[in-house]
């Protein structure tokens, strides 16, 4: 079935620094990814959704400035968390969709905590 | 815009016990539905689809257009069935690039 890998699992950073994290479909070809942001206790907030070969489509109140999103390949899709604050301590969690034949599939998630 | 409402934030029952959990959405056209599942600490598991109309892990899961529901039940609840779930519409067959909106979420608590 429909595999999706996200990298890293987690990751402590600084306040200021730049995160990127990894989104790829392992066994089949994604035009569209989606980043989601779950706090604790909380349900999955849509923040994004990465198309391959174009910009990405932002949800209201999300800064693209702030969390940069690229789909260079039908594989991988990167979210860059950039100059990095406390409050963007979350965790992140991507997801893809193989066909109309299987739901979604989701990453295992990064926890990112920034100190 | 699409909606999903899942009223109950918790729902605790005995082993063995029915479950049933709730989902409502709001949507003009016709929507495909699913219910997720998040075990402790683990990503999220595609549990139900309401097109495949299929029986997973025991649960079943019935679109009722006119009450515009999708429960999810269980006749005799597990204690490995503790977990949260995650009912989520997405707008219509139109192949992997429609985003999915997701309810709240229900903890379900299988209690001994």
């Known amino acids: 079935g429909a595999v999706v890998s996200q990298h890293p699992s987690w990751v402590i950073c600084k306040s200021g620094t730049s995160v990127k994290i990894e989104c790829r479909s392992l066994d089949f070809q994604a035009t569209t990814m989606f980043w989601y942001r779950q706090f604790p206790k909380q349900s999955l907030m849509l923040m994004a959704t990465s198309n391959e070969g174009s910009k990405a489509t932002y949800e209201q109140g999300v800064e693209k400035d702030k969390f940069l999103i690229n789909h260079a390949s039908l594989t991988l899709s990167t979210l860059t968390v950039t100059s990095a604050h406390p409050e963007d301590s979350s965790f992140y969690i991507c997801s893809a969709r193989q066909d109309l034949n299987y739901g979604y599939t989701f990453g295992s998630g990064t926890r990112l905590t920034v100190v | ?112």
């Open chain 2, 1 to 112: 815009a699409q909606r999903v409402t899942q009223p109950e934030k918790l729902l605790s029952v005995f082993k063995g016990a029915p479950v049933e959990l709730k989902c409502n959405y709001s949507y003009s056209g016709s929507p495909e539905l699913f219910w997720y599942v998040q075990y402790s600490r683990q990503r999220l598991q595609l549990l139900l689809r309401h097109i495949s109309r299929e029986s997973i892990k025991g649960f079943t899961a019935d679109l009722n257009k006119g009450e515009t529901s999708f429960h999810l039940k269980k006749p005799f609840a597990q204690e490995e069935d503790s977990a949260m779930y995650y009912c989520a519409l997405v707008k219509g067959k139109t192949g992997g690039g429609n985003k999915l909106t997701f309810g709240t979420g229900t903890q379900l608590k299988v209690e001994l």
